[in-house]
């Protein structure tokens, strides 16, 4: 392995490390009723500033990065694939944030505790 994979690795490393630790407390925060870990209100442009998750917006630019790193590597990460998946759901019969953060949760086989937020 050449130094610039082993830079790609250690970034990589670095930035699946970052998306573990924001992922269930994000994913908990919206199972509690806190909107807006899935992209939902990114269309309102300047409406969205009530909406505001800084931590939400990180995830999905980490999960993005971890995307490109790994397709360029030919591989993928499952947990970063299906979050994105669940971030393109925003038609009128689609289930909610919270429903969906709940869902994935259960996948990851973790519990959602609703009381945390």
Do not use: K
């Given at each position: 392995m050449g130094k610039r994979e082993s830079i790609r690795f250690k970034e990589l490393?670095?930035?699946?490390?970052?998306?573990?630790?924001?992922?269930?407390?994000?994913?908990?925060?919206?199972?509690?009723?806190?909107?807006?870990?899935?992209?939902?209100?990114?269309?309102?442009?300047?409406?969205?500033?009530?909406?505001?998750?800084?931590?939400?917006?990180r995830l999905r630019e980490l999960a993005n990065s971890i995307r490109e790193i790994r397709r360029d590597l030919g591989e993928k990460n499952a947990i970063c694939e299906e979050f994105l998946r669940i971030c393109l759901l925003h038609r009128a019969n689609d289930p909610g944030e919270p429903k969906a953060a709940k869902a994935f949760l259960k996948s990851l086989?973790?519990?959602?505790?609703?009381?945390e937020v």
């Open positions: 490393e670095a930035l699946e490390t970052e998306f573990r630790e924001l992922l269930v407390p994000c994913l908990r925060q919206c199972v509690a009723g806190r909107w807006g870990i899935f992209g939902t209100y990114d269309s309102l442009g300047a409406d969205r500033r009530y909406w505001n998750w800084p931590e939400a917006d086989g973790l519990a959602a505790r609703e009381e």
